[in-house]
């Protein structure tokens, strides 16, 4: 959880007054970014976070913690990876895209996006059911004896 300092956005003389972002929100933007880079299986949570998930709610910014240093901004992103892919590739793509994102969206740079992978999951192999391991064979048997009686009568 960021701080609960707000952030001052840019500044400058034609404006009316100042802006301020919450780094909660920061939390919330990149927290849904990096859920949109491929291989990306899930962000880790706390137990309040699972408590949440658990009554329906949604914490976008869950797996996001934002360090904020004077003008520095530092981001540690957790998170699950799907079995398979490339951790260097992925990691580099997260990296780049939540830079891009928070620049897009508040002006903001971040100094650091450090990326923390705390497991990988594994494809969920469909279960067999014994007793389709000779439906096939049975219901030809059953077309071949109908087929048999029909031709008889």
Do not use: C
């Amino acid at each position: 959880m960021a701080e609960e300092q707000n952030i001052l956005l840019t500044q400058s003389d034609t404006q009316a007054g100042t802006i301020q972002i919450a780094p909660q929100v920061l939390e919330v933007i990149l927290g849904i970014a990096a859920k949109q880079v491929d291989g990306v299986f899930e962000m880790r949570g706390h137990l309040t976070n699972n408590i949440k998930s658990l009554l329906g709610r949604q914490d976008h910014g869950r797996g996001v913690e934002l360090s904020v240093e004077g003008n520095q901004i530092n981001a540690d992103v957790y998170v699950y990876l799907n079995y398979g892919v490339s951790v260097p590739k992925v990691a580099l793509a997260m990296q780049e895209l939540l830079k891009e994102q928070l620049y897009y969206m508040t002006d903001l740079q971040l100094n650091e996006v450090n990326i923390h992978v705390d497991g990988i999951i594994p494809e969920k192999a469909e279960k067999i059911d014994p007793s389709t391991f000779f439906a096939d064979a049975i219901n030809d048997q059953k077309n071949q004896k109908a087929a048999e009686q029909t031709a008889g009568e």
